[in-house]
């Protein structure tokens, strides 16, 4: 959401209620590598409900993820949590620069946004359109001033730089993209805390839907992958509604072909399990790594085997300020 200056490194901060999952990635023989990371362990009331509760803690931990991975980089991409944020298409003229589209973006916010523009930091993307056409589809993404600055100050307390705030929707888009998959369709986030459901077109976030977590089933993995089927037929049949509820001229891609499934619970998930694959709609775990090499100071197999928890940060730790 923010635009900053170019630099060289920037670290994926991923925060969530339990851990600090901080990532590098950087070049390495011409190809993209892994330099570093650390999972740090979070106080239980450091993060609530997604949102900062003890700013102090919170920065005590990143410190300490900071240290773990011994990276000397202190340029960091975290990112406001789905249910902060607010994401929409807009139609604009077409043929604006970007000064004259921000400026008619700020003229219509009120008129889209559940906030007030002069409470609001946001930012904007063209999206690609097939025909020629007098308006252009534009995704919008904004959320509180105040998130914006409650990271900030955290950051700077840990003694780190906030280089890029992004919204965890697009940064989850990012890390999905990143998979083996060309075009992922539809990703679905699960963690001890929430869950978060995207679909995607072109890379672009066209729908979100915030759930609330799967239940802790401990070791028990087939309760586990039948609430994740239970929550997957609610979550795909919602978004079935909203695709019927989409103007003939702005109309929503088909159900996904696929779904990756990211966060702290997906590699426990069996995808090959009949009660999942019966819902028509494929499954499977994201690989954000799959493309990267891992360092051969670091342990690679214990990495990739974690690799869908890492999807967030890695959307992070890939995206560059423009």
Not at 36 to 41: D, N, Q, S, V
Not at 72 to 92: E, G, H, K
Not at 313 to 320: D, W
Request: aromatic share 6%.
């Amino acid at each position: 959401m923010r635009r900053l200056s170019f630099f060289n490194a920037l670290i994926g901060i991923d925060i969530t209620s339990t851990s600090i999952r901080l990532l590098e990635l950087g070049r390495r023989h011409g190809r993209t590598c892994v330099k570093r990371y650390a999972l740090c362990p979070l106080p239980a009331d450091a993060v609530v409900d997604e949102r900062i509760h003890d700013a102090d803690a919170l920065a005590r931990g990143l410190r300490e993820a900071v240290k773990m991975s011994g990276t000397r980089c202190r340029y960091a991409a975290v990112a406001v949590p789905a249910s902060a944020a607010w994401i929409t298409t807009l139609r604009c003229p077409a043929g604006l620069d970007d000064i004259t589209l921000e400026t008619y973006i700020a003229a219509e916010f009120d008129h889209h946004a559940p906030f007030a523009f002069t409470d609001a930091a946001f930012d904007f993307q063209r999206l690609a359109f097939d025909e020629p056409t007098d308006e252009l589809p534009v995704t919008l993404a904004a959320c509180h001033q105040r998130e914006i600055e409650a990271l900030d100050d955290v950051l700077h307390a840990a003694g780190l730089i906030p280089a890029v705030i992004d919204i965890a929707p697009l940064a989850l888009a990012r890390g999905a993209a990143l998979s083996s998959h060309l075009a992922p369709q539809a990703i679905l986030l699960l963690e001890s805390s929430h869950s978060l459901f995207c679909v995607l077109d072109g890379g672009q976030v066209i729908h979100q839907q915030q759930a609330a977590p799967l239940a802790d089933y401990s070791s028990d993995d087939t309760a586990l992958n039948a609430s994740l089927g239970a929550l997957l037929t609610r979550l795909l049949s919602l978004y079935a509604a909203h695709s019927l509820r989409q103007t003939p001229d702005m109309p929503a891609p088909g159900m996904p072909n696929e779904v990756l499934l990211a966060g702290t619970l997906a590699a426990r998930i069996d995808v090959a399990d009949a009660s999942l694959t019966t819902l028509g709609v494929p499954l499977a775990l994201a690989a954000p790594f799959a493309a990267m090499d891992v360092h051969p100071r670091l342990d690679a197999k214990a990495l990739v085997l974690r690799a869908p928890q890492w999807v967030m940060a890695a959307g992070l730790a890939a995206r560059r300020p423009t």
